[in-house]
């Protein structure tokens, strides 16, 4: 099969696409009186638009991760990432997407708002990608691969290797969704980028950054993709409130390096309390902050726990999944509480 280009993998109407010029966008200097944006004058501390492209979060970003902030994109969440991959690279009813179920839900809702069609290749029992049968899958339609690692609901990370792999040889673009890598033993596929130049790596602030409310999500591929996000972005997709609330957690790094140890601490912690419970048949190995628990009644527990106010998710009847509830790793208090009303039950 033919490695594609990126050029060759865009959508034809994005590859001729002007993009909107916003006005922050046309002048980027200072200067002392600015009339060029219909803002109001008048300073409530959020009147003039925000830096579209968010220089100074990314260059705390690059700092970071070390890598160059031209490799960065910034999203409203993980999620307007996905939605502007599917509608760069996948021609409606022409293309499609690859994923590898159980995984996260939102690449078949994006793919479906989108009208493209989605290609599935389930996981292996043990949770983990087939590569020769996601290969195999692929054609020269198959325009995105998503593998997400530490996968939601397994809470099991893909090797390095197999995603390699799968990066060498999809003829797409491969999206490998990080949102629970801070919590992942397995390093970041962050390393494979300047090796596969159509590979996109997403994280969040959402979870282990304690930041699930502004909405932020990044991606990290080479600056050709980079450019074609900022492309097809809205204007203004960060807003100002967002920008400045990442920008002191990034200042506070040690807050969030306590909330992942404790929560990691507490993940083994619960495994162990729940392996001891009659009715929990298997814990799966977790690289993530939540754990997917086989239980004998799944609807009768979860009933069970609602009436004690604790609402954990119910994924048993997702296949791979069957009689599976995925519990979050909640705060020391939270765990005992969970702990003791499932002794009750
Ligand atoms: C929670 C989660 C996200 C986060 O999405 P945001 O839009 O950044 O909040 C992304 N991917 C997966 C697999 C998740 O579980």
């Known amino acids: 099969m033919l490695n594609m280009s990126i050029d060759n993998l865009i959508r034809a109407n994005i590859r001729r696409l002007t993009p909107y010029s916003s006005a922050r966008s046309e002048y980027k200097g200072r200067a002392d009186i600015f009339l060029d944006a219909n803002e109001n004058p008048f300073d409530t501390g959020y009147n003039r638009y925000p830096d579209p492209l968010q220089w ?5 970003i690059a700092k970071l991760k070390g890598i160059g902030r031209e490799k960065i994109f910034l999203g409203n969440g993980s999620d307007e990432v996905i939605d502007l991959l599917i509608r760069i690279f996948c021609e409606p009813r022409e293309d499609h997407i690859i994923i590898l179920p159980p995984t996260y839900g939102m690449y078949r809702v994006s793919a479906d708002i989108a009208d493209v069609a989605v290609r599935e290749v389930p996981l292996s029992a ?18 995105l691969l998503f593998l997400c690692s530490p996968n939601n609901p397994t809470g099991n990370s893909f090797s390095l290797e197999a995603i390699g792999q799968l990066a060498k040889g999809f003829p797409g673009i491969t999206a490998v969704d990080e949102a629970y890598i801070d919590f992942s033993a397995q390093a970041s596929a962050l390393s494979l980028l300047d090796q596969y ?20 999500g990044m991606a990290f591929a080479s600056e050709e993709i980079i450019g074609l996000f900022n492309k097809v972005k809205p204007p203004y997709n960060v807003n100002q409130l967002t920008q400045e609330a990442v920008l002191k957690a990034l200042d506070n790094r040690k807050q969030k390096e306590q909330w992942v140890q404790s ?15 009659e009715f929990v048949e298997r814990i799966h190995p977790s690289d993530a902050n939540f754990l997917l628990v086989k239980v004998t009644e799944p609807r009768r527990i979860y009933d069970f726990l609602v009436e004690q106010g604790i609402i954990v998710r119910d994924r048993s009847r997702v296949a791979l999944c069957e009689g599976c509830l995925r519990i979050t790793v909640g705060t020391p208090e939270e765990n005992e509480k969970l702990f003791r009303a499932l002794v009750e039950f």
């Open 126 to 143: 043990r949770f983990q990608p087939d590569v020769e049968a996601v290969l195999k899958a692929a054609d020269e339609h198959s325009r």
């Open 263 to 277: 929560l990691l601490g507490q993940r083994t912690l619960l495994a162990q309390y729940l392996s001891g419970l």
């Open 56 to 60: 100074k979060v990314k260059d705390k």
């Open 197 to 216: 130049p159509r590979l996109v790596v997403m994280q969040t602030f959402s979870k282990a950054w304690g930041l699930a409310g502004i909405r932020l």
